[in-house]
């Protein structure tokens, strides 16, 4: 039996039974063939999708890189790793030149359950000082000006129960934590 055109046409629009095929791939820049790919087909009756196979098929970047030799994309990766380097090192600098004051702390918890914070600036800089409980619920916060001297700061932990417990403090835009235990 042979079909034209337009019988073909008629055959899939009145076709009761309609096969039905979709595929997604998902790439990442740099590279050749897709990270993620997945597959769907089935049947469609009475405008009803009935789904006879799937599958996904995953090939991760890193196995890209060496298992296919590729100049073009291998290229286009370079560029972008070069853009971070770039990036990353422009970042650095900027830093350096806004964190390059000397900052050194030091805590102590005593027996009766006093936390005292010392801590040392080389210039007057802002100083925030924080006390959270492990899920992050802030305790605790004190706001002041280093001097060119030791500073202190205290605060009493006796209503807390014991546990463990971060410290923070953010000076000049780092921020220095430490795990301390209250017994």
């Known amino acids: 039996m042979r079909y034209c055109i337009d019988s073909l046409r008629h055959h899939i629009k009145n ?39 799937n599958r996904s098929y995953s090939l991760m970047p890193e196995n890209q890189k060496y298992e296919f030799e590729d100049a073009i994309n291998e290229q286009i990766r370079e560029e972008i790793e ?4 770039i990036k990353y090192s422009k970042k650095q600098a900027d830093s350096q030149d806004k964190n390059n004051i000397n ?24 100083v925030n000082i924080y006390i959270n409980h492990i899920t992050g619920y802030n305790l605790w916060h004190k706001s002041s000006i280093s001097n ?36």
């Open 15 to 53: 076709a009761e039974n309609t096969w039905h095929y979709d595929s997604y791939k998902w790439y990442a820049k740099g590279f050749r063939y897709p990270i993620f790919e997945t597959m769907q087909s089935g049947f469609i009756i009475n405008n009803t999708l009935s789904t006879r196979y």
């Open 82 to 85: 070069f853009e971070k380097q």
């Open 103 to 126: 900052f050194n702390y030091n805590y102590h918890i005593s027996n009766n359950s006093d936390l005292t914070i010392e801590y040392y600036s080389e210039e007057a800089q802002e």
């Open 148 to 183: 060119s001297s030791v500073s202190t700061s205290h605060y009493n932990m006796a209503m807390l129960r014991p546990g463990c417990y971060i410290l923070s403090i953010v000076f000049n835009g780092k921020i220095y934590n430490q795990t301390i235990q209250k017994l």
